[in-house]
């Protein structure tokens, strides 16, 4: 005796003898089935499907096989005929269909191959699923980042699950591939267009086990925007302020800033109500790269964090001072220099002196001149620094040295020297010749 359920849900007996034969209560339309019978001992898994549908409207049904495959076949004046791949030793066929009139109906059966053992207990035992942070048949309030980090755990005892995905809102399945460590990030949809969600989560093991779970929750938004400065500075000298911008939960929501160095290694954090706060990192690590991360739990215990896109840079404070020339363009009436200095600074002054540096007479023995003095002034500390001068040079090669005093600590001075060209501006409509002619007449 084989035992289904009908289109509202009420159990119904299938009766058969030498045929199956499926009487479904609250539907008159009955399935009979010609063969397979209840038993059989088939080699080849792939075997005929034959049978009868007491309607004679009906022109198609859909079938399912051990709950795997999914197609339709035909019907003609009630009667059927198809191939099925019976490829378990206890194998459930479900059938489902309307007729002319839309009055639904379905029916159930289960036909043993004894061709395949019967399966052992560790066999039996089907893959163990779990979604963390859900809890099946619950319904449950998420906040975004949990949404958006929702991980499947697939496990089986035989350690041979062959199939695992999901179905989102009833969408088309996905199909998921496990790491090393038996887990699968869902990656859901971004967009939400429904405020209640739905998702299927299924896996089948290599014996034909197939496990699932149900879940329904709704996503509330705590979101936020974070920004810090100064992006450069010194442990135990530059405090870095962090300014955030929270949006959605609901109040009062607790805040966590931190700054974190790379591999997510916490320097300094500190909770705070407010939407700024100041930091003031004293541990020394080395020149270091960091960035600033805000981790918020509102008053209904919904979760949500925010890193800043930037990434800022801190010194120690025994790093050795180092004074680059990263570019230098100088012209007869303007002159235009990068530079970098390690660690920060944010007040200084640099000296820019030119010495005529001739290749073949070789270097001059005159003194170093003066082409003038650059102004460093910066409410936060910097490393990179642009400047120029609008002094009359003549053409030609010079010895360039670039002399730097702290504004606040006279002890840290160092030069620079470097080869550079003076080229003619496209401005210059002063013959450079004929001036310095009459600026040596004039001298006389």
Known sequence: MNKGVSKFGAVYLCLFMTVFVCFCAGSEIEVTLISPEPRISSGDSRVELEGLVSDLTVKEFRIIVNSQSDRFIAVDKGYFKGIVDLDQRENKIMIFGANQQRKQFRAEF??????????????????FLEVQGLTPDKFQILSTLQYLNLELLATDNRGEIVQVGYVFNGEKPVYLRLNDSSRARLNLPKDLSRLSQSLHVFALDNDG?????NFHFRVDHLDC???????????????IVLSSRVTGGTEPVKKKFSIRASGDIEILSKESQESDVLLQPEVNFGKTVFYAQLDLVDKNGIEGRCTSKERGLLYPQEFPRQFHVLSARLETIKQSLSFQMEPPIQKGEVSVLLKKNDPLQGMSQEEWKVLGSISLNSSTPRTNWESSLTQRVPVGPYLMKLSFASGTQSQMSFTQTTQVLVTRSMHDSVDLLQGILREELGNR
């Open 225 to 239: 925007d974070l920004l810090f400065t100064p992006q450069v500075g010194i442990f135990g000298v530059t405090p």
């Open 209 to 213: 086990n197939r496990s699932s779970l």
């Open 110 to 127: 289960t036909v043993v191959n004894e061709v395949f053992r019967e399966k052992t207990e560790d066999q039996k035992i089907a893959p």
